[in-house]
């Protein structure tokens, strides 16, 4: 073989490769600030929290979008999230100041995007912390509604308070983090042996 069809046969291999990373992706498209593609939500409380989401923009310019689902089309829940984030532009761009809260009701998956604007805000630590301390709980207990309702409000209240958190509270956050990670990890291979 000489050294052109290599180069073709590589130049090839990697445009199937790259192919194969990103596949394309239908992703609903927004119909307001909470889009409710799971039917989770009744119209009362959904109009309730798009009014709240609202309040917040208003207040301090930030954009929460809340978006239930009920399949991440096989795709992990952080791109999923990470593209649904990037697609619809949740934020203003000058100031990347956008949050979105994604739950997968089949797939049973959440996960709050956070814009660079409002990392200090809402680290990846705190949204963990939200995500375990509030949706979970109610989720765990089949309210799948009141823990979106009450999930989505305590990101509300974060964003609305902006206040950056130290490296100090960061750390703590990210410790408890880890702590966690480790207990669900030991319960689930402990369940194997069950």
């Known amino acids: 073989m000489t050294v052109a069809p290599r180069l073709l ?23 307001g600030r909470v889009n409710d593609y799971a039917g989770v939500l009744d119209p009362a ?23 239930t689902v009920a399949s991440l ?9 990470e593209r649904l984030f990037n697609t619809w532009g949740i934020g ?37 912390a939200v995500i375990r301390e509030t949706f979970l709980p ?12 009450d999930g989505t409000r305590r990101v509300i209240e974060i964003v609305r ?6 490296p100090e509270q960061r ?3 990210d410790a408890a983090a880890a702590d966690a990670n480790t207990f669900w990890f030991i319960a689930w291979f402990m369940s194997i042996f069950v």
């Open 9 to 31: 046969v590589a130049a090839l291999a990697v445009a199937v490769f790259a192919g194969q990373t990103e596949r394309p992706l239908d992703l609903p498209k927004p119909s």
């Open 45 to 67: 409380e959904r109009r309730a929290l798009e009014d709240e989401i609202a309040a917040l923009d208003r207040a301090t310019s930030a954009e929460v979008a809340v978006v």
């Open 73 to 81: 089309d096989g795709l992990a829940v952080e791109e999923y999230a």
């Open 92 to 128: 203003k761009s000058a100031s990347d100041n956008g949050v979105l809260v994604l739950v997968a009701t089949t797939d049973r998956e959440m996960r709050i995007e956070v814009g660079y604007g409002l990392e200090g805000v809402l680290p990846d630590g705190l949204a963990g």
């Open 138 to 149: 109610a989720f765990r207990d089949g309210q799948l509604r009141q823990g979106i309702l």
């Open 161 to 166: 308070r902006n206040e950056t958190l130290t």
């Open 171 to 173: 750390a703590a956050l």
